[in-house]
């Protein structure tokens, strides 16, 4: 199969969903045109600045009726991101003849699952009501019927890692591994600083392990914390001045982050459900960047982070962490390391890297 003709249908235009579209479509622009669209559901997300993709925007009521058109217009593939009312509810509606790749990052029912049981019987009642009452972020009970719906449907479905397809495919459709791919870029090191500079660029929720930053930056009294945001989030208002935010709007608001940032720290909890089969689009930012990244020890990161990554089973004991972080207070040290994991990023992990075996799957 020939791909001329990309349509990708992301759930919407204000979340960081966006992202995994903007990197599906960075790496289908290496293979063909590209049209992009997504519900026009509030501002658009920050970080979409940093991409050249354009995000054409579509009032929810008129996407479907978009969509259709956009299929009938020049035989596409058409690729919706997630398993959402949405993305894939409406290509399912809308895509009549036109190929189908279904798009998973993550473990879309356990993450809606996950956010049912979190606090108490009212409040996980009014949870329910709300993801009944509308399509976004939907139910996981309507998230499960569209990806089962979905895959049988699908020529195709991409990953974000093998990991995640084992957990959620039964290996009756093609599948290909699309990591968050990113376009090459150079090596360049962190402008030097006199003090150790932690980087967490993700956005901060308990089960991403907020707590762990704020132990962390406890153990290592002299370390720094540098985040994206207007201002330092309230959860790290303890740390004071130790916690540099950086503004995340523009194209090159990552450029300057990592910057300052002399290693990434992604202490996701490994006992929630929610992220042990999310890959996180900082840790492909990060060995972009090439900086040293310690993380959870998950499957996806196993797998994507390679032998670069220090991983970490547990967070309860830092002394391991924080003897680690010790080790990469040299700058020689940092750039030894950084400079392979950016290396391997590139062999790996970049549009151009991953846009050939998209299209040797999409022939196939």
Known sequence: MTARRFVIVAPSAADNSLGRALCVAATC???GDVELLAPDDGPLWVGASAWSTPVRRVPAADLPATVADACRAADPVLIPVKPL???????????????????LDE?????RRSSLRAGGPRTRL??????LRTSLPGHPSVVRRLLRKGVRRADLVTTSSRALADAVLDGSRPAFVLPHARAPRPYRPPTPAPRL???FFGTLRRYKGADTLVRLL???????????GDRPPPDLADLGARVVAHPPGGPRALEVAYDHTDVVVLPQDPAARQTRLQLPAK????????RPVIATDTPPIREIGGAGIVRVGTWNDLGPVVTELDRL???AERERVGRAVHADAHARLTTTALAGGLADALRS
Do not use: Q
């Open 283 to 290: 840790l492909i930012d990060a060995m972009m960047f090439g």
């Open 329 to 331: 207070r040299d700058p």
């Open 218 to 228: 406890r153990a290592v009294p002299d370390a720094e914390l540098h985040v994206l």
């Open 107 to 111: 473990d879309d029912v356990e993450l």
């Open 29 to 31: 622009e290496l293979l």
């Open 85 to 103: 009312p949405t993305s894939l509810g409406i290509a399912l509606r809308a895509a009549d003849g036109a190929r189908l790749v279904v798009d």
């Open 126 to 131: 009014r949870r329910h009501w709300s993801y």
């Open 197 to 199: 500079r932690i980087g």
